[in-house]
């Protein structure tokens, strides 16, 4: 009975040829190159964009609403725009924010007292501040801002990106 020499059977498997020449890479060894040529050339485009400086401060989407000329808002006044479902506020100081219609705690429209000088939802009596901050539950954060940008003293706002918030801060005023 003869003996296989295991080596004989494993020719075509070693990574070495009989000859000294090497074999060439299996199918999994190329996949999983590429996969890290990948990676790494992701690593490094992220470090170059991060590194670089060249961000867009002044992004400003293409679909905005035009609300006016930012000296048409006097300080201290709410504007109300219901097709585009915000209310406008300007404070003292110059700064702007556009407030979102849409109560917190459901959903409803919410509605603005000038004589109490907060806005009330009327579904379940939820009151906000000037601010959009919550002054009676059951809502328990503050209104969504919208992005505001001002280009050319010209106020637009962006009604497809509402902001959640969980208070408000004055990094959330836009100034023109």
């Not at 490094?44 to 609300?67: I, M, Q, R, T, W």
């Not at 201290?76 to 924010?97: A, V």
């Amino acid at each position: 009975m003869k003996r296989k020499n295991k080596n004989n059977e494993n020719k075509g498997l070693s990574s070495t040829a009989e000859n000294g020449k090497k074999a060439a890479p299996g199918r999994r060894n190329f996949i999983k190159r590429a996969i890290l040529f990948l990676f790494g050339a992701e690593a490094a485009y992220l470090l170059f964009d991060f590194f670089s400086g060249n961000k867009k401060k002044n992004f400003e989407p293409e679909d905005l609403y035009e609300v006016g000329h930012a000296k048409d808002f006097e300080p201290g006044r709410i504007y109300p725009f219901t097709s585009g479902k915000f209310y406008i506020y300007k404070f003292d100081d110059g700064g702007m924010i556009a407030i979102s219609y849409r109560c917190t705690h459901l959903g409803c429209t919410i509605n603005f007292s000038e004589q109490d000088d907060k806005f009330i939802c009327p579904c379940h009596a939820s009151a906000f501040n000037i601010k959009g901050e919550v002054l009676s539950p059951p809502a328990t954060r503050p209104l969504d801002t919208l992005p505001i940008y001002i280009k050319n003293g010209i106020v637009k706002v962006d009604i497809n990106h509402p902001k959640k918030r969980k208070r408000f801060e004055r990094s959330q005023l836009t100034y023109g």
